[in-house]
T-cell receptor, first 108, second 114 residues
Framework: QKEVEQNSGPLSVPEGAIASLNCTYS??????FFWYRQYSGKSPELIMS????GDKEDGRFTAQLNKASQYVSLLIRDSQPSDSATYLC????????FGAGTTVTVRA | DTAVSQTPKYLVTQMGNDKSIKCEQN?????MYWYKQDSKKFLKIMFS???????INETVPNRFSPKSPDKAHLNLHINSLELGDSAVYFC?????????????FGPGTRLTVL
């Protein structure tokens, strides 16, 4: 079983819609969780970190964590074409373990 | 002004050659990392140094040798390059190791082995 798994993409959403990205992890003792955005040909950029159960909102982004279910998600509200990118879920397992990423395309 | 910088940005070389990639961070972070991102975009850690001390050494061929002269620099030397080494190599840094591990990435070095 992979340490971090993300829902397979690509995910295509119309402009203004909500994009929902999911991630599950296998290590129960993980304490910190991250979402990175990576534009094509660029480096990963940290957009959200979450450490406790529940929701964390930052602008149009909301991260949700459920440690009992070993599940973390990212919602992008009012999606914009500039949100088109690959989103990487990362989990602290003593080191950062990354998922394979979900590519999001926002249609204008 | 760049927080984490890498040189070179592109590296094209022949099989069997030896090459180095350099990384510098000006964030005052204690921990630095090397990652490899393959053609399928999977990002995998290779090495991590904390205050010049190696703390993570994943299953990487010993042709890869990291070196940290000080906590702001982490270089990667690769001997006897192989076709499978072609990838994008990212350097990253963080304020500290676990548990927070908010990492900041450099722009990447695209290595192509012919």
């Amino acid at each position: 079983q992979k340490e971090v798994e993300q829902n397979s993409g690509p995910l295509s959403v119309p402009e203004g819609a909500i994009a929902s990205l999911n991630c599950t992890y296998s290590d129960r003792v993980s304490q910190s969780f991250f979402w990175y955005r990576q534009y094509s040909g660029k480096s990963p950029e940290l957009i959200m970190s979450i450490y406790s159960n529940g929701d964390k909102e930052d602008g149009r982004f909301t991260a949700q964590l459920n440690k009992a279910s070993q599940y973390v998600s990212l919602l992008i509200r009012d999606s914009q074409p500039s949100d088109s990118a690959t989103y990487l879920c990362a989990v602290n397992t003593g080191k950062l373990s990354f998922g394979a990423g979900t590519t999001v395309t926002v249609r204008a | 002004d760049t927080a984490v910088s890498q040189t070179p940005k592109y590296l094209v070389t022949q099989m069997g050659n030896d090459k180095s990639i350099k990384c510098e961070q000006n964030l005052g972070h204690d921990t630095m990392y090397w990652y490899k991102q393959d053609s399928k975009k999977f990002l995998k850690i290779m090495f991590s140094y904390n205050n010049k001390e190696l703390i993570i050494n994943e299953t990487v061929p010993n042709r890869f040798s990291p070196k940290s002269p000080d906590k702001a620099h982490l270089n990667l030397h690769i001997n006897s390059l192989e076709l499978g080494d072609s990838a994008v190599y990212f350097c990253a840094s963080s304020q500290r190791g676990p548990p927070t591990l908010e990492q900041f990435f450099g722009p990447g070095t695209r290595l192509t082995v012919l």
